[in-house]
């Protein structure tokens, strides 16, 4: 039993750590890359490398076409950030 309680609070470590560490460069991978290319270039979205307006595009929506109209579900904060950093 002591043994599980210890596997388990390293687990919850490892995972907490992961959600500090945002990865941008996966998460950009399986939410942007199918329209935006598969580092920012463009393909049959806008280039992305360099812009400034990534995170708020990504939070806030309001282009003035899908899928940006509105926000892209399931991005938090911080993720949005580490997918700005990833194309800067
Ligand atoms: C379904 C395809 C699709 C996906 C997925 C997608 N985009 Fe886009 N994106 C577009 C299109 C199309 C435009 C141009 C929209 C417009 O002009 O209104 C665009 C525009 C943008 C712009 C504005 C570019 C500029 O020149 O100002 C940003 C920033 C952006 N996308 C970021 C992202 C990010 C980050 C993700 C992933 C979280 C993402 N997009 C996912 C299709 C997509």
């Given at each position: 039993?002591?043994?599980?309680?210890?596997?388990?609070?390293?687990?919850?470590m490892?995972?907490?750590?992961?959600?500090?560490?945002?990865?941008?460069a996966?998460?950009y991978?399986?939410?942007?890359?199918?329209c935006?290319?598969?580092?920012?270039e463009?393909?049959?979205?806008?280039?992305?490398?360099?812009?400034a307006n990534?995170?708020?595009?990504?939070?806030?929506?309001g282009l003035?076409?899908?899928p940006h109209?509105?926000?892209?579900?399931?991005v938090?904060?911080?993720?949005?950030?580490?997918?700005?950093?990833?194309?800067?």
């Amino acid at each position: 039993m002591k043994r599980f309680t210890i596997v388990m609070a390293a687990l919850a470590m490892m995972m907490s750590t992961a959600a500090f560490a945002e990865d941008g460069a996966a998460i950009y991978k399986t939410k942007c890359a199918m329209c935006h290319g598969a580092t920012g270039e463009g393909k049959m979205a806008p280039a992305l490398k360099g812009k400034a307006n990534v995170a708020d595009v990504i939070l806030k929506g309001g282009l003035t076409k899908a899928p940006h109209k509105a926000p892209i579900a399931g991005v938090t904060a911080d993720q949005a950030k580490a997918i700005a950093t990833f194309l800067k």
